[in-house]
């Protein structure tokens, strides 16, 4: 409690006399008031307890009785919780007594709590050391789990507390492996930002081959516990699962991932079997609701395609309905059981690039060659002696190859847009630079534009002719009916009805089993047509290589046919038509017929 202001006066002192059981106070003249402390012992004044502040008068005698203890250190143990822990309850108890000083100053108001003093003295009552606590948890049977400076505990315990005296050791808990699922995750369109969705997308999803479709989060084992008592806590054995294999998937390594073993869409048939399919089946139409198709196989197609999508497969495409203004690209074949009405096709891509780029190389070499040797014979003509050569080969292009600047211009860009194929190679790509830097503009007038061509045409002299072009004997194109499309083929082509109005590039043989009329085809072998032309429409061109035939039952007068570089306009209407090239010189055999 708070001390008292203590105003000292001149008084007699108040006499303290110690009989060895108790203090007798003699209050001294001035002294008005005594508060007892209860903690500290009894007061007693004229044979009454006195626990309240009670007024006196000079000669009054108190009694006081401090409070004394031996001392005690004693313990409790009880084992809690089936062995999880030891918990001590302590009674911890200082041995000593309150004493006064043997002078009290004078005061109105004396404050036991004041004045009274305590006393540490040696223990002399129950006290138990370190080897007690030692025994009692052997006799508990308590072996496991003790607390390092837990006698440092018990020994700071003031009075009555508690002391957790030894734990337990639970066991950590095993983790089963996890599995990784990254087949069949959507992402959301709120993704896009403020980009465009373009709705004609394909939304089938696809993987490249070795891609991860699921992984295994190795588990790992628990460790046993052990409460105080000894007894094991064992751990849980780890739940392991293992992954199930169909077609075109493997795993790692290290057997933790599921791998692509080719490009396809990835399917999970359950929980842990996972496969890959390298074809692709459709049972509706291609539309907005599907998407467009793009898929590294195979498609097939039990329906029609829609204006504006497309299909862009890397193995064969089938399409048992129509196709309506849309695009389809077939990397291996390609078949249209009705009709085709607009759009764009194109299949055995990777063969039509090569092609048009050993036309068009072939026809810049051919060119360059004849302009570089009319060149030189001009140069060592009589009156070109105070020519220089490069005015020489300007000359040369303006009066007899006006074209070849516009040609190398077109080759360059083609080579630069298909540079990604493994047949365009750096040095090809050099060369056709030159050739458009040394043709165009003041070129032919730079000081070594003829040294530089040369070296130029030779190159691709050598790469047209190392190119072998083969194309594959299954490459085709198979289509009931054609109109108004542009259809590049690097295989074979085959319509079963009739063609109208289409531009077709094939490079392989063209074989249409109806009507064709308007439109250009450009044949690289074989072409059989049934009807070609018609007599109230714009004309029908058909051109075949140099080497190649053209057969056709009956041809209308409006048709245009080119070998090579030679133009056949067909005036008459004639039957069982068959154009072709023998000995170098072009040979047309038909029967005149009266118009259908």
């Known amino acids: 409690m708070p001390a008292k202001d203590i105003t000292v006066d001149v008084l007699e002192n108040p006499s303290v006399i110690w009989d060895g059981t108790k203090y007798i106070i003699v209050l001294g003249e001035g002294v008005k008031q005594f508060r007892p402390f209860t903690q500290a012992g009894e007061v007693w004044l004229n044979g009454k307890l006195q626990d309240r502040p009670f007024q006196t008068s000079s000669g009054d005698q108190v009694e006081y009785q401090p409070y004394s203890q031996e001392g005690r250190l004693t313990w409790e143990l009880q084992v809690l919780f089936y062995g999880m822990s030891v918990v001590a309850k302590v009674r911890h108890e200082q041995a000593g007594h309150y004493i006064l000083p043997k002078d009290l100053s004078a005061m109105k108001d004396i404050d036991l709590s004041q004045v009274a003093v305590w006393e540490s003295l040696p223990a002399v009552g129950e006290i138990w050391d370190e080897l007690r606590l030692d025994a009692d948890l052997q006799q508990l049977k308590v072996v496991h789990g003790r607390r390092p400076g837990i006698w440092s505990e018990i020994m700071a315990v003031q009075g009555v507390g508690e002391v957790v005296i030894a734990v337990a050791t639970p066991p950590i808990?095993?983790?089963?492996?996890?599995?990784?699922?990254?087949?069949?995750?959507?992402?959301?369109?709120?993704?896009?930002?403020?980009?465009?969705?373009?709705?004609?997308?394909?939304?089938?999803?696809?993987?490249?081959?070795?891609?991860?479709?699921?992984?295994?989060?190795?588990?790992?084992?628990?460790?046993?516990?052990?409460?105080?008592?000894?007894?094991?806590?064992?751990?849980?054995?780890?739940k392991d699962f293992q992954f199930r294999l169909k077609k075109n998937v493997c795993l790692s390594e290290d057997g933790?991932?599921?791998?692509?073993?080719?490009?396809?869409?990835?399917?999970?048939?359950?929980?842990?079997?996972?496969?890959?399919?390298?074809?692709?089946?459709?049972?509706?139409?291609?539309?907005?609701?599907t998407g467009s198709i793009e898929f590294p196989g195979d498609v097939y197609v039990n329906g029609n395609v829609q204006d504006g999508l497309r299909i862009i497969a890397g193995g064969k495409l089938e399409i048992k309905g129509s196709v309506s203004h849309a695009e389809i690209r077939s990397a291996k074949g390609a078949k249209i059981f009705q009709n085709l009405l607009g759009g764009k096709i194109v299949v055995g891509e990777k063969f039509v690039v090569r092609s048009e780029l050993l036309r068009s190389l072939s026809e810049l070499r051919d060119q360059l060659t004849v302009c570089l040797r009319h060149t030189a014979e001009l140069i060592k003509s009589p009156g070109a002696v105070n020519l220089k050569p490069g005015l020489c080969l300007k000359l040369v292009m303006e009066k007899q190859f006006p074209e070849l600047p516009k040609l190398s211009n077109n080759v360059e860009k083609f080579v630069l847009e298909h540079q990604n194929d493994e047949m365009i190679t750096e040095g090809l790509i050099v060369s056709v630079r030159t050739t458009k830097r040394f043709l165009g503009g003041l070129g032919p007038l730079e000081l070594q534009s003829l040294p530089f061509l040369q070296r130029a045409n030779q190159a691709l002299e050598q790469f047209v002719t190392n190119m072998a072009l083969e194309i594959p004997e299954k490459l085709s194109f198979v289509v009931h009916y054609v109109q108004g499309a542009t259809i590049e083929c690097g295989g074979s082509f085959e319509c079963q009805k009739g063609v109208y109005n289409s531009n077709i590039r094939v490079e392989g043989d063209v074989t249409i089993e109806g009507v064709c009329r308007g439109g250009k085809i450009f044949a690289g072998g074989k072409v059989s047509i049934r009807e070609l032309g018609g007599s109230e429409v714009s004309s029908?061109?058909?051109?075949?290589?140099?080497?190649?035939?053209?057969?056709?039952?009956?041809?209308?007068?409006?048709?245009?046919?080119?070998?090579?570089?030679?133009?056949?306009?067909?005036?008459?209407?004639?039957?069982?038509?068959?154009i072709y090239r023998e000995n170098g010189r072009v040979q047309v055999e038909k029967i005149r017929a009266n118009p259908l």
């Open 173 to 238: 808990q095993t983790e089963n492996p996890k599995l990784q699922n990254f087949v069949g995750i959507i992402q959301g369109i709120s993704e896009a930002g403020n980009k465009s969705v373009d709705f004609f997308a394909s939304k089938v999803q696809i993987v490249d081959k070795g891609a991860i479709l699921a992984r295994k989060i190795p588990g790992k084992p628990g460790v046993p516990g052990k409460d105080v008592l000894g007894k094991v806590f064992a751990a849980a054995v780890v």
């Open 256 to 289: 933790l991932d599921v791998l692509a073993a080719c490009a396809g869409q990835p399917i999970r048939m359950d929980e842990k079997t996972y496969m890959v399919e390298n074809v692709y089946v459709l049972n509706n139409d291609v539309d907005m609701k």
């Open 540 to 578: 029908t061109f058909v051109q075949i290589s140099p080497n190649s035939r053209l057969l056709v039952d009956y041809c209308h007068p409006n048709a245009i046919i080119a070998v090579g570089k030679e133009i056949i306009h067909i005036e008459q209407a004639c039957r069982k038509l068959e």
